[in-house]
């Protein structure tokens, strides 16, 4: 009984897709494999690179608060002074100057990220133009190349005599029978003219709209380059281009009333006190 069973198991037709099912399983599960070992290698990069900058990180931090604390003593301990020697009006002005060029800066990353993103539709529409381009040249050659098929006709017709001579009789028939399938008879002069040109017509169309879509495309792309460039040196010189400005501003000349003498140092005001306070007791 178990070995008729096993026949009859054996004998059972399989699903009709079966085999095509299995082929687009094991398809799908490399392709998840292939997708998982993409994913995990990206991973693990990014969590190298994240714990190595966390270490440092921690490292560094005591260093880092150490340094930040010097930055504000020094700017608590340098601003006051600056500020006896520098007028408020001129304050004001290097502010302006400082804001203003910020505000040149942060335009010029506007204009680089909308020049960044025309390209995707510039890229899109060469590739669409290069598609319609591809359509169209095939059949143009095709055209030019008018005794080709001719040339096919002849290659299977030498071959199915050579196979009928050596009593390659199924071979023979399916080279006549193939070549049965290209038998079309030749256009007229005029037909041939008509469709020879309106294919001509068409590749030269695409090809233009090629043309004008590439020169479109890097157009937006070095537009593109040029705009994050400005962005980018705009953004690295900004200290160097403000103090330029700054030095190159025709502020007003200070009024020489002995103004710009108790805006001395705080280091050398206590040796002028001294020194004044010794003249009074010598006139004394």
């Known amino acids: 009984m178990a070995t008729a069973s096993t026949s009859t198991t054996a004998e059972c037709p399989a699903p009709p897709f079966q ?42 931090y005591e260093a880092l608060k ?19 020697r520098v007028p408020e009006v001129e304050r004001d002005r290097i502010d302006e100057i400082a804001d203003c060029y910020d505000k040149y ?5 506007e204009l680089w990220i909308e020049a960044r993103g025309k390209l995707p539709a510039l890229q899109q529409a060469f590739a669409s133009k290069q598609i319609a ?5 095939q059949p143009y ?12 006709l002849d290659s299977l017709q030498a071959q199915s005599a050579k196979e009928f001579d050596a009593q390659g009789f199924r071979a023979a028939y399916f080279l006549v029978d193939d070549l049965e399938a290209d038998l079309a008879e030749p256009a007229t002069p005029e037909d041939f003219n008509r469709d020879l040109r309106k294919r001509a017509e068409a590749y030269f169309r695409t090809a233009d709209e090629l043309r004008v879509a590439k020169v479109a495309l890097d157009q937006g792309t070095a ?23 700054v030095a190159e501003e025709p502020f007003p000349e200070p009024p020489d009333d002995g103004s710009s003498s108790e805006a001395s140092d ?5 040796e002028a006190e001294r020194s004044r306070g010794a003249e009074n007791q010598s006139a004394t």
């Open 141 to 152: 050659k095709e055209a030019l190349d008018y005794k080709a098929n001719q040339k096919v």
């Open 133 to 137: 381009f591809a359509d169209a040249e």
């Open 66 to 84: 150490f340094a930040q604390a010097q930055s504000v003593a020094y700017k608590d301990m340098r601003l006051p002074q600056l500020e006896q």
């Open 266 to 270: 705080s280091a050398g005001a206590p």
């Open 105 to 109: 800066r942060d335009r010029l990353k």
């Open 19 to 60: 085999q095509e099912i299995e082929d687009l399983e094991n398809q799908s599960n490399q392709q998840e494999q292939n997708d998982a070992k993409g994913k995990l290698a990206a991973l693990k990069k990014i969590n190298d690179e994240v714990e190595q900058t966390q270490n440092k990180y921690k490292k560094d």
């Open 223 to 245: 537009d593109s380059q040029k705009k994050k460039k400005d962005y980018e040196d705009a953004k690295a010189k900004r200290i160097e281009r403000i103090l330029k400005q």
